[in-house]
């Protein structure tokens, strides 16, 4: 098989700093093969088919697909802009949308393409790339095999524990409590959910925080005091702590750099 010319890019998808203004959904035609690996849930329509789809779920657009997405959503990304026939053959087998088994080993792959691209690295993004498509061929071969029965008893008891977290992550919110939700005992939806998420329920919850943080600090004059307390971080300086060690500014930095990044784009303009 040869592999000369193959090429895409990478990237990650957030409505939240998008500029979508009031929308509640987001359409268009894929112009190129895209992947797309879901970190919220959403209603995503493809050729008029409809899916409901949860974290770690992979949606597969294939040229001219037409597509609609429900807002919030968030994604990483992978367009192959050029690829070879054998590999668009293996992707034209797939699903329109399929569970992926191993969220961080798919998130690494798809940074390992971010990466090479921004090196302007030809050979290391055609590696990296081809690296994704037969990892995310196995992963699609893997639940296609799937019990029908235990792929929907999985799919929503995750559903249901995402749904509750996202409801209450700015509370007090405890395993138990999303277990019961999703009606299942807390050690068996701790497993399926890391299993399938590549985090833990404990995990998601802080990531929905920073997020919402983020956000916040962004786009609001909330005195970061009041962002942490209305974001759940048990402290002001907890709430510094974890978003210093995951973001390498202080939340005050980090508005800075958004305001600066606002007057630095207006000067250019």
Not at 42 to 63: K, M, R, W
Not at 65 to 88: E, G, I, M, N
Not at 195 to 200: A, E, F, L, Q, S
Request: net charge negative; with cysteine.
């Amino acid at each position: 098989m040869k592999f000369e010319g193959l090429t895409g890019n990478a990237g990650f998808f957030n409505s939240h700093y998008a500029s979508l203004g009031r929308r509640s959904s987001v359409s268009g035609v894929a112009h190129t093969w895209e992947l797309l690996l879901c970190q919220t849930q959403a209603t995503v329509c493809i050729n008029e088919q409809q899916y409901s789809v949860i974290p770690g779920d992979l949606i597969c657009l294939c040229p001219e697909d037409a597509w609609k997405f429900s807002l919030p959503f968030q994604a990483s990304y992978v367009r192959v802009l050029h690829t070879v026939d054998d590999l668009a053959k293996r992707m034209q087998g797939w699903a329109d949308v399929f569970t992926v088994r191993d969220v961080q080993a798919v998130k690494t792959a798809m940074q390992e393409i971010a990466c090479a691209q921004q090196r302007q690295d030809e050979l290391g993004l055609a590696a990296a790339l081809l690296s994704l498509i037969v990892m995310l061929d196995k992963e699609q071969q893997r639940d296609a095999l799937l019990d029908a029965g235990s792929r929907k008893k999985t799919r929503d008891s995750i559903r249901a524990g995402v749904e509750y977290i996202e409801q209450h992550y700015r509370e007090k919110c405890t395993l138990n409590q999303i277990a019961a939700y999703a009606d299942r005992s807390p050690i068996y939806f701790h497993d399926v959910f890391r299993d399938v998420m590549g985090i833990t329920p404990y995990e998601y919850i802080a990531q929905l925080r920073l997020e919402e943080a983020k956000r916040l600090l962004s786009m609001s004059d909330m005195d970061p005091c009041d962002i942490a307390e209305y974001c759940g971080f048990c402290s002001q300086s907890y709430f510094n702590f974890v978003f210093k060690k995951a973001m390498g500014v202080t939340p005050l930095n980090y508005r800075r750099a958004a305001v600066t990044q606002y007057l630095d784009t207006q000067n250019d303009d």
